[in-house]
């Protein structure tokens, strides 16, 4: 996993630069980040944020985009373009967007038809449909507590998963129904309720979920549903 090379880019016309820490945090997990790239029309711009020293500071490359009279989308074109080019002449295997803009979801959707892994970034405004366009969404910001206010839907949606995937004996590997829950919807990942594994979230409903190990060294968990 850390030898996997990573693309991101930034649509800096729809995303607050306080994120790119956070992104970069994350990131770190999945492999090497070697292309970084910050799309907008720089000479137009005002922002305080996406300035010249937070650039230098993650050696981002800001991408000037000038805005043609009557074009609303010249800056999500040029991503589009920026991602396509990558694509086809960089030796890439995680295409990363920072957006919540769903004019995107169609280069996603073609990005992993070809067989890339995708990752997305966004706020809470983004889309259904550019959120299941990835293979994972991670929701900004990168939250850091458990989302104690969705416990209901939490155990409904884990219980699901387990039942999907369990054996002849009711229990299922964590991993196999952590993967579940990420083909049916590239939002469902313990990273945007506040936890690391989805063990961290099973190990909170004791009265639900019973947790055990395969081996010996306890390097493997299953869970199943209390009856």
């Keep these: 996993m850390k030898d996997k090379k990573i693309a991101v880019f930034f649509d800096c016309e729809n995303i607050s630069a306080t994120y790119v820490d956070s992104i ?9 980040v070697i292309i970084k790239q910050s799309f907008r029309d720089w ?4 922002s305080k944020s996406w300035n010249r020293e937070l650039h230098e500071e993650f050696a981002i490359e800001p991408i000037q985009v000038f805005s043609a009279k009557g074009v609303k989308n010249s800056c999500d074109m040029r991503i589009q373009r920026a991602i396509n080019d990558t694509i086809t002449h960089k030796k890439i295997d995680i295409i990363v967007l920072v ?6 979801r169609d280069i996603i959707i073609s990005v992993r038809a070809n067989g890339f892994e995708t990752i997305g970034f966004g706020e809470s405004k983004t889309p259904a449909s550019l959120k ?6 991670i929701e900004l910001p990168v939250k850091k507590e458990y989302v104690k206010s969705k416990d209901k839907e939490i155990i409904k949606l884990l219980k699901e998963a387990i039942i999907k995937t369990r054996k002849e004996d009711d229990y299922c590997l964590v991993s196999q129904m952590g993967s579940y829950l990420k083909n ?39 869970v199943k549903v209390k009856q």
């Design 24 to 32: 970069f945090d994350e990131l770190a997990k999945y492999g090497e």
């Design 184 to 222: 049916k919807n590239s939002s469902y990942n313990p990273k945007n309720l506040g936890a690391t594994t989805w063990g961290e979230i099973i190990k909170k409903f004791p009265s639900h979920f019973e947790l055990s190990h395969l081996d010996k060294e306890k390097s493997t968990l299953i």
């Design 99 to 104: 957006s919540s803009d769903s004019d995107f």
């Design 43 to 46: 000479s137009n711009s005002n």
């Design 132 to 137: 299941n366009a990835y293979a994972t969404f």
